[in-house]
């Protein structure tokens, strides 16, 4: 069993920045796919950024260039940096972990975008 504990979420002005912390306990952060999704009112979730390892790593095409996903494996923690927020981002976050056929969800962190 993984258990994922997000934080970092909060309202920031439009051209800011956010950083989303997902800490992962149950199993080694090394032996995971880690994900970041979102989900906004009224439309399905959706995978943001995605990482194996450094070298094997997806963003959605809405934002590339913006965001950063890394992992910390000493920390057994993965990060979501955002940058250069749009009103578009706003929504839930999840973090999202998968090992073999198991996948484990966090409870969600709420991210507002808004001047």
């Known amino acids: 069993q993984v258990q994922l504990e997000e934080s970092g979420g909060g309202l920031v002005q439009p051209g800011g920045s956010l950083r989303l912390s997902c800490a992962a306990s149950g199993r080694t952060l090394s032996s995971l796919i880690m994900g970041w999704y979102r989900q906004a009112p009224g439309k399905q979730r959706e995978l943001v950024a995605g990482i194996i390892n450094v070298g094997s790593i997806y963003y959605a095409d809405s934002v590339k260039g913006r965001f950063t996903i890394s992992r910390d494996n000493a920390r057994n923690t993965v990060y979501l940096q955002m940058n250069s927020l749009k009103p578009e981002d706003t929504a839930v976050y999840y973090c999202?972990?998968?090992?073999?056929?198991?996948?484990?969800w966090g409870q969600g962190t709420q991210v507002t975008v808004s001047s």
């Open positions: 999202n972990a998968a090992w073999g056929p198991d996948v484990y």
